[in-house]
């Protein structure tokens, strides 16, 4: 079990000849492996003061990190998300997960520790227009413009440096679960009739999925 447990990180961590991670590979095993051996918690929604400020930089590369790790992925799949941040599952902490396609429908697996989105040339900001949602926004969509491409600098369960890229849908993720950990919810990068709509949507709706009542 623990040399099992020692080879799926060293795969996590692997990159490819152009230093970014390679986390196409295995991906159901990979998952599977994270979530099986966690327990899911519920989310924490907008109101929540851990969701609306800047997290912690993770700085123990623990069996405690591993184990929140664990969790999340635990947590991302109970909810039936594609990324899930720390705090979402009330952990002051710069860490999120992922199991999110790409346009391609391609499927990417992994976590990112400290994460910094990296500043695009104008070339490469090509704004998508598309819908977006969020486990601590239930039930709520609005259309937000990012950019089509992202890229996230930041650190493995290990420690070690990596670099995760990613297109569309998956680019759109990257940028989400970042905005999360410096204390930002999607909605707020919308217009005030917008946000105002999105929150009258989740005021409405029932969520799929535990969550964690305000005071």
């Known amino acids: 079990m623990a040399q099992q447990e020692t080879d799926q990180q060293a795969t996590d961590q ?22 099986e051996r966690g327990t899911a918690r519920p989310i924490t929604v ?6 609306h400020k800047e997290c912690k930089d993770v700085t123990e590369f623990d069996d405690k990190l591993a184990a929140l790790i664990d969790d999340m992925f635990a947590s991302q799949r109970a909810a039936e998300g594609v990324g899930l941040a720390a705090n ?14 790409d346009d391609d429908g391609v499927r990417h697996v992994g976590v990112v520790c400290n994460p910094v989105l990296q500043e695009l040339s104008q070339e490469q900001r090509r704004l998508d227009e598309s819908n977006e949602g969020c486990l601590s926004v239930p039930t709520a969509y609005a259309e937000l413009g990012r950019p089509d491409y992202a890229e996230v600098h930041g650190q493995d369960a290990q420690g070690n440096p990596i670099k995760v890229r990613g297109t569309g849908y998956f680019a759109r993720c990257l940028q989400h679960e970042t905005d999360h950990l410096y204390g930002y919810l999607y909605i707020d990068r919308l217009s005030k009739r917008d946000r105002k709509d999105a929150l009258k949507q989740m005021a ?9 009542p305000n005071d």
Do not use: S
């Not at 692997?14 to 590979?25: H, I, K, L």
């Not at 907008?46 to 969701?51: I, Q, R, S, Y």
């Not at 979402?88 to 396609?101: A, E, M």
């Open 14 to 35: 692997q990159a490819g000849n152009d230093g970014f991670v390679v986390d196409t590979e295995n991906t159901e095993e990979r998952e599977q492996a994270y979530r």
């Open 46 to 51: 907008v109101g929540n003061p851990v969701l």
């Open 88 to 101: 979402q599952i009330g952990v002051d902490l710069k860490v999120f997960v992922y199991d999110c396609p």
């Open 204 to 212: 409405e709706g029932t969520p799929r999925y535990e969550t964690v």
